[in-house]
């Protein structure tokens, strides 16, 4: 019902940026946010940031001041700028959509094919 489709990952070289972006399209009227994911081998699957249809905005400390979402709410897409890239942000990366409720974010379960960044010189 919800379709999550992510692009703009690849390999880029220490200091670099990358632009991804994600658009949903589905019975996705009553949710206010969306979100970017991203998973290492071996690691969990962690919240990168998220953005609420107001345009309130929310980081992970680990990308805080390198990385920037936005979203163009007439076309349900969410853009994830990041920037001065290091080894440590290879991972994929999945965009969602869910609620937004005070500073916390409750993913819906759908989930993209998620898009490879790697970072290495």
């Known amino acids: 019902q919800v379709q999550l489709t992510e692009s703009g990952g690849g390999l880029v070289q220490p200091g670099g940026s990358l632009r991804l972006s994600c658009a949903a399209s589905?019975?996705?009227?009553?949710?206010?946010?969306m979100g970017w994911y991203r998973q290492a081998p071996g690691k969990q699957r962690d919240l990168v940031a998220h953005?609420?249809?107001?345009?309130?905005?929310n980081y992970a400390d680990s990308v805080k001041g390198r990385f920037t979402i936005s979203r163009d709410n007439a076309k349900n897409t969410v853009y994830l700028q990041m920037n001065r890239l290091k080894p440590e942000d290879t991972a994929v990366y999945y965009c969602?959509?869910?609620?937004?409720?005070?500073?916390?974010?409750?993913?819906?379960?759908?989930w993209g094919q998620g898009t490879q960044v790697t970072v290495s010189s």
């Open positions: 969602s959509v869910g609620r937004i409720s005070g500073s916390y974010y409750y993913p819906l379960g759908y």
């Open positions: 589905g019975s996705i009227f009553s949710l206010n946010g």
């Open positions: 953005i609420a249809w107001s345009g309130s905005t």
